[in-house]
């Protein structure tokens, strides 16, 4: 959530302060008001590479993104899941400064757009790794030390997942028949437990009020209130 409206500070009406802190500060602490009792697995905010560095033109966003930066960290000590904000650079595919305007400009200073897939990628990473604090940015030459960061990474990104060594394996092992005849019936026995359970479970709905006929639908908030 975000406005622009770019002008340096001599030009700048109190109107286009406020209407650029707005999305950022209200939204903010809107967000929290309305889900700070939800049991979330966890908070994102989406803020940008300005609350650091800044940019021409943009003292009242970066403004905004301090706030919003500094409202999450504060958010730590309150909300009982974890808290990430990421800080990016600017996003060439979608949202509001993908435009030609916008990618001649900050490719000049020595910047590049991240794409949809990369800024997704990113999220996930995000969640898996559990840094909290991450600000992403796609570059050429050494304009990160221009901004005052270190070009060196500070930890090393591992793989989401790791292949699975089942395929591997099973070659080499030899099952004897009485041992496959065992499996077999644990197989079994597991599957008509499992279709018990499912019974069960329908029939636990049902003396609650829910899925008594056919075709019912509920959306999870709606179940829920329900229930």
Known sequence: ALELRD??????????LLSVLSPKVHGSIHLYDHLRDEPLDFVMFFSSLNAFVGSPGQSNYASACTFQDTYAQSLRGVLRCPVHVINWSYWSESGIVASSYYRTRLESSGLYGIT?????????????????????????????????????????QLPLSSPSMISELVP???????????????????????????????YSFQQLGVFQGTGETYTAIGLKSRL
Do not use: C
Not at 7 to 16: C, F, I, P, Q, V
């Open 116 to 156: 949809d897939q990369e800024g997704l990628r990113a999220i996930e990473e995000v969640l898996s790794s559990g840094v909290e604090d991450l600000v992403m940015v796609k570059r050429h030459g050494d304009v990160l030390s221009e901004f005052g960061f270190e070009s060196r990474p500070e930890y090393d």
């Open 7 to 16: 002008k340096r500070l001599e030009n700048m009406e109190e109107s286009d």
């Open 172 to 202: 080499g092992v030899e099952i004897s028949p009485s041992a496959q005849a065992s499996f077999e019936t644990l197989r079994s026995g597991f599957e008509q437990l499992l279709d018990w359970s499912e019974r069960l479970l329908l």
